[in-house]
């Protein structure tokens, strides 16, 4: 079945500096979705991605569509420490697929 | 206001009982969703419906049971032949196949077995 690789898999930064995480697959996908859970809650949705090669930014957050339709990254800019939590990424075709997390500490 | 609702937020079974999670959906999708997660790791779909009274087995289907007799609902029970149910239940719900295919998640469900 289709996997995703998502990278890295856990990430511990300083408040004020930028992050970097990404998916990758050998699969191709429709649509790239990036995530972002706190404990105990359901993942909320950052930033959809239709096509490839599309960069969409939400505020501090950027992410990109691979234009293979494999892969995807999302940046974080200037971290803060309310940016704590894990972050997945989920391609979607026929069925969603979705990365195992990156798990993102926040220092102040 | 639109959204996934997901009651109860907390549960806590016996051994030997089966349990059923409700999640309902107002935003007139066609698609639900069932995933499991565990601490520290991803998320395994159990089930999930494309359309009202059809449904298929996700990745980790057995001991689980889903219906789907209304388009705004789609209840999970947890059989007791579910050997290691505590988890971390979240439902889902997507527009279907075409344009808009962002998926939703609700606030999920913590089962814990007793």
């Known amino acids: 079945g289709q996997q995703l690789n998502q990278s890295p898999q856990s990430m511990f930064i300083q408040e004020g500096e930028d992050v970097s995480m990404n998916c990758t697959s050998s699969?191709?996908?429709?649509?790239w979705l990036w995530y972002k859970q706190d404990p105990g809650e359901g993942p909320v949705l950052l930033i959809a991605?239709?096509?490839?090669?599309e960069l969409t930014s939400n505020g501090r957050l950027t992410a990109q569509f691979g234009i293979t339709r494999k892969d995807s990254f999302l940046n974080i800019s200037a971290s803060i420490p309310s940016d704590v939590g894990i972050y997945f990424c989920?391609?979607?075709?026929?069925?969603?697929?979705f990365g195992d997390g990156t798990t993102l500490t926040v220092k102040p | 206001d639109g959204g996934i609702t997901q009651s109860p937020k907390y549960l806590f079974r016996k051994e030997g009982q089966n349990v059923t999670l409700s999640c309902e959906q107002n935003?007139?999708?066609?698609?639900m969703y069932w995933y499991r997660q565990d601490p520290g790791q991803g998320l395994r779909l159990i089930y999930y419906?494309?359309?009202?009274?059809?449904?298929q087995k996700g990745d980790i289907a057995e001991g689980y049971s889903v219906s789907r007799e209304k388009k705004e609902s789609f209840p999970l029970t947890v059989t007791s032949a579910q050997k290691n149910p505590t988890a971390f239940y979240l439902c889902?719900?997507?527009?279907?196949?075409?344009?808009?295919?962002?998926?939703?998640f609700g606030p999920g469900t913590r089962l814990t077995v007793l």
């Open positions: 699969s191709i996908f429709n649509t």
């Open positions: 989920a391609g979607l075709g026929s069925k969603s697929t």
């Open positions: 991605l239709y096509k490839a090669g």
């Open positions: 889902a719900s997507r527009l279907g196949p075409g344009r808009s295919n962002e998926q939703f």
């Open positions: 935003l007139n999708h066609d698609a």
């Open positions: 419906s494309q359309i009202v009274n059809d449904f």
